[in-house]
């Protein structure tokens, strides 16, 4: 069984669900696929993922997703959907922000008349 968008999904991604899964499985959730579906499981997931706004990069998202992950396992009473992994991801972090211009010969001279 091969998806689109299993194609179109970078192998970190794909590798990160699986592990994800597979931890989540030994948990044993109500809900829980049976052992022997969850490679299928994994790829509706990782085509769920591929749906989401989201540019996936790994530098950003990787451990980003492991957490929500871990998140998973550590709160979820019942076997999670995608959309909630989505929701237990914490935010990326913010880049840098560069520094404002230095004033130009305009803003010097008023900044020295004030």
Do not use: Y
Not at 34 to 46: K, S
Not at 60 to 65: F, G
Not at 83 to 111: G, I, N, S, Y
């Amino acid at each position: 069984m091969a998806w689109a968008a299993m194609s179109e999904a970078p192998g970190w991604l794909v590798s990160v669900v699986a592990e994800g899964l597979q931890r989540l499985t030994l948990l044993r959730l109500d809900g829980c696929p049976p052992a022997d579906a969850i490679e299928g499981v994994a790829m509706a997931w990782v085509d769920a993922l591929m749906l989401q706004p989201i540019a996936w990069d790994e530098a950003l998202d990787r451990e980003r997703l492991r957490m929500a992950f871990r998140r998973a396992a550590a709160h979820a009473r019942r076997w999670p959907v995608p959309v909630e992994l989505m929701e237990l991801m914490p935010p990326r972090p913010e880049r840098a922000k560069l520094p404002p211009p230095p004033p130009d010969e305009r803003q010097r001279a008023q900044a020295l008349r004030m």
